[in-house]
T-cell receptor, first 110, second 113 residues
Framework: EDQVTQSPEALRLQEGESSSLNCSYTVSGLRGLFWYRQDPGKGPEFLFTLYSAGEEKEKERLKATLTKKESFLHITAPKPEDSATYLCAVQGGSNYKLTFGKGTLLTVNP | ETGVTQTPRHLVMGMTNKKSLKCEQHLGHNAMYWYKQSAKKPLELMFV???????ENNSVPSRFSPECPNSSHLFLHLHTLQPEDSALYLC????????????FGPGTRLLVL
């Protein structure tokens, strides 16, 4: 059974204080690892897909990396508008089923 | 309209009511999904449709009944729900192919009294 564990559960940063979120996974035959951002009361918003170990993707202040056991979402010089819950999901085996972690609630204080 | 839309955005119902949630995708995808998101829990996949055919029912109670009349529309019919069914119900769509990203709608916040 695929499993995803995200840490920390919650993270509070000061504006400009860089940090990283972790997503550890176990999956049989990784097809893709996905990062989403979710604001309160809204649906998840797609950020990145990573397909193989060593792959990296960037978008504004966010950078996602992937190894064979975990993924990191690095946040550089965050702003208050980066506050949200960040979700990690893996797709393995079947060609559609996503297994999600519980998410990391990020709060960036001005 | 673009992306994935869901209606209603909020719903309050009693345990004896019957209601339906609607999802529409404007992305040209052919796979659609229902997820349940409860507090402190990961998103749970409920149903998957591929080209209107149901390909997954993730052990969902029969009080939830999905319907997919075409590849752009998805419904979730609700009847005799329980208070523990209160949650955010999310619809998603994707191309039917491996490694393809799922795009989510804004969700319906359901409260069962």
């Amino acid at each position: 059974e695929d499993q995803v564990t995200q840490s920390p559960e919650a993270l509070r940063l000061q504006e400009g204080e860089s940090s990283s979120l972790n997503c550890s996974y176990t999956v049989s035959g990784l097809r893709g690892l996905f990062w989403y951002r979710q604001d309160p009361g809204k649906g998840p918003e797609f950020l990145f897909t990573l397909y193989s170990a060593g792959e990296e993707k960037e978008k504004e202040r966010l950078k996602a990396t992937l190894t064979k056991k975990e993924s990191f979402l690095h946040i550089t010089a965050p702003k208050p508008e980066d506050s949200a819950t960040y979700l990690c999901a893996v797709q393995g085996g079947s060609n559609y089923k996503l297994t999600f972690g519980k998410g990391t609630l990020l709060t960036v204080n001005p | 309209e673009t992306g994935v839309t869901q209606t209603p955005r909020h719903l309050v119902m009693g345990m004896t009511n019957k209601k339906s949630l609607k999802c529409e995708q404007h992305l040209g995808h052919n796979a659609m999904y229902w997820y349940k998101q409860s507090a402190k829990k990961p998103l749970e996949l409920m149903f998957v449709y591929n080209f209107k055919e149901q390909t997954e029912n993730n052990s969902v109670p029969s009080r939830f009944s999905p319907e997919c009349p075409n590849s752009s529309h998805l419904f979730l019919h609700l009847h005799t729900l329980q208070p523990e069914d209160s949650a955010l119900y999310l619809c998603a769509s994707s191309p039917w192919d491996s490694q393809e990203t799922q795009y989510f709608g804004p969700g319906t916040r359901l409260l069962v009294l």
